[in-house]
């Protein structure tokens, strides 16, 4: 920076500062428009690791169902066990009459009762599946919407800097 006629160094106040309010309207843009990307970005990232969690928790339903399955046939092994053993007391059989009917029915309501409970598994963990995508979608849209408000509010601040700017010089 030259000195003035006087040796000393120009104030601040006695500088021509025209040039700064534009630079300053300038940067103020580029880190509003950074921050809408980011946010964006941000959005994607929290969008992503909810559906990595929700995926997770859906594995985990389809597991349960499986072991709740395997419960189920193991109560109905004692069951059979159970009936066979009360038929037998009474003079009766599993394998032929009254007794093989009841055997059957048993046998078909507990099948019955095992694709309930696989289908009600599958039900909950492809419903906490569509829920994942859904809020994916929605956070994929929301981060569209922020980068294109940033990108407007670039357009506008660049715009206005270019205006002050112009002025600035017609005024010199």
């Known amino acids: 920076m030259a000195r003035a006629r006087d040796g000393h160094f120009p104030r601040i106040r006695d500088m021509n500062m025209g040039f700064a309010a534009p630079l300053a309207m300038v940067a103020g843009t580029v880190i509003s428009t950074i921050g ?53 007391a009474y003079g009766g059989s599993a394998s032929s009459g009254t007794g093989l009917l009841l055997a059957q029915e048993a046998a078909r309501q507990a099948k019955l009762d095992e694709l309930n409970i696989i289908t009600q598994g599958q039900n909950r963990a492809n419903m906490t599946r569509v829920g994942a995508q859904i809020g994916e ?25 270019a205006v002050m700017a112009a002025d600035l010089g017609a005024m010199q």
Do not use: C
């Open 137 to 161: 979608h929605e956070a994929s849209i929301g981060a569209y919407q922020r980068r294109m408000g940033g990108l407007g509010t670039a357009m506008e601040g660049f715009s206005r800097a």
């Open 36 to 88: 809408a990307f980011k946010a964006a970005d941000s959005m994607e990232d929290a969008a992503a690791f909810n559906t990595h969690v929700q995926n997770t928790q859906a594995r985990q339903i389809e597991r349960q169902a499986t072991a709740d399955v395997a419960s189920h046939r193991r109560d109905f092994e004692k069951f059979r066990g159970a009936l066979t053993s009360d038929l037998a």
